[in-house]
């Protein structure tokens, strides 16, 4: 129960008024709801909006939508789509054949449902959304990839309007986390045979990202990286008195930008920030990234790469993460050899991820617009 009230007490205030269940193939195009504890999905087809241009000869511009994010956890991949939020809209992107489509409805207009975040686990899918008219419903929703709706698994009326919505959601066998702020900030998981919210950590600005990993959930608590087992807490994964941020776990292996290498840059002002790894079965430690003084961000652990972002060849390589940069490349440490190399070249890139033997990316494709890119990994 939270402030005074059960979450699943407030049903009728999901279910609007005049809606009822339907074929979900005859609710295609619609704006999504809420009813009956499920979210209608639908696949309404986006044309192609922005201009391509070239990003070399092992990599494809995968999406023609102009809006990816550029956020490390602001979209994440399952077997077959990319899968991202934008203006409230969750989107989906086939790997395949480039088709984009918005799941919660037309891309424009009031929505009754508002997604804030998404994550990816196999090819479920879990994202937070509110409901923005009328009176406000955060929840958390899960599906799999092809489903006609989502389950909702967690929701709650808070009664501020100003409290920011829940946001980071991380999916793992054994998580279901996120950040809400319901009197502080912080970070909340559920446990989903009883689906009871439950704090993991409070009182930390900014709350998340997050990252699961099997019984494992990686979390920003702050300035800090730690980690939080089921009922166990959380504590940070390397302590350190500078700032840390952007943590990725996978496969026991954890990753963040770390400010210890120079005490001078914060969480707000970062200089020379480095990308550092820890290997729970070992308890090890080491850093990645090497090279000149530059802003570097977007860690993310693959099974054979660890990839960021690394500004190392801008001709002004060290100004923070919002700088406009005419040059921010993929590098990557290779696990099996220990070795560190620029994987994307001559580019703005943002949040990579791997999957198999392929890199993605997020880059401005015609200056402005952010759309996702491929290529074969070394």
Avoid at 17 to 31: E, I, L, S
Avoid at 156 to 170: K, L, M, N, T, V
Avoid at 201 to 230: F, H, I, K, W, Y
Avoid at 280 to 285: F, K, W
């Amino acid at each position: 129960m939270l402030g005074g009230r059960s979450p699943w007490l407030l049903g009728a205030w999901l279910a609007l008024a005049g809606c009822r269940r339907v074929d979900p193939n005859a609710a295609r195009c619609r704006q999504a709801w809420v009813q009956e504890g499920a979210v209608t999905l639908q696949r309404c087809p986006l044309p192609p909006v922005t201009i391509g241009h070239e990003c070399g000869e092992r990599c494809r511009q995968l999406s023609r939508v102009g809006n990816f994010p550029t956020a490390s956890d602001g979209w994440c991949l399952t077997s077959r789509a990319a899968w991202w939020t934008a203006e409230g809209n969750l989107y989906r992107l086939n790997l395949a054949d480039g088709a984009s489509a918005s799941v919660l409805g037309p891309p424009s207009g009031p929505l009754r449902v508002s997604a804030t975040g998404v994550g990816c686990h196999g090819d479920d899918v879990l994202f937070t959304a509110t409901t923005p008219a009328g009176t406000r419903v955060d929840l958390v929703a899960r599906f799999r990839d092809g489903d006609p709706e989502a389950r909702v698994l967690w929701r709650d009326a808070p009664p501020r309007r100003d409290d920011p919505p829940p946001e980071h959601p991380a999916l793992s066998a054994q998580w279901v986390a996120w950040s809400w702020s319901v009197a502080v900030p912080g970070v909340w998981a559920l446990n989903p045979p009883s689906n009871v919210a439950f704090p993991v950590r409070m009182d930390v600005r900014p709350a998340g990202p997050l990252s699961a990993d099997g019984a494992l959930l990686v979390l920003q608590a702050g300035s800090t990286v730690e980690n939080a087992r089921p009922q166990e807490g959380s504590r940070p994964v390397a302590p350190t008195g500078n700032a840390q941020w952007s943590p990725s776990a996978a496969h026991g292996l954890l990753a963040w930008v770390d400010q210890r290498d120079n005490p001078a840059g914060t969480l707000d002002a970062p200089r020379d920030p480095r990308v550092y790894l820890y290997d729970l079965d070992r308890r090890a430690l080491r850093r990645l990234s090497g090279g000149p003084p530059a802003w570097r961000g977007s860690p993310h652990v693959g099974e054979r790469w660890v990839v960021w972002v690394d500004a190392r060849r801008d001709p002004h390589p060290d100004r923070g993460p919002d700088a406009a940069y005419t040059r921010v490349e993929v590098w990557g440490y290779e696990l099996s050899t220990g070795t560190e190399r620029a994987l994307a070249t001559d580019t703005v890139a943002y949040a990579p991820r791997t999957a198999g033997t392929r890199l993605y990316f997020v880059s401005p494709s015609d200056g402005t617009r952010r759309d996702l890119y491929e290529q074969e990994l070394p």
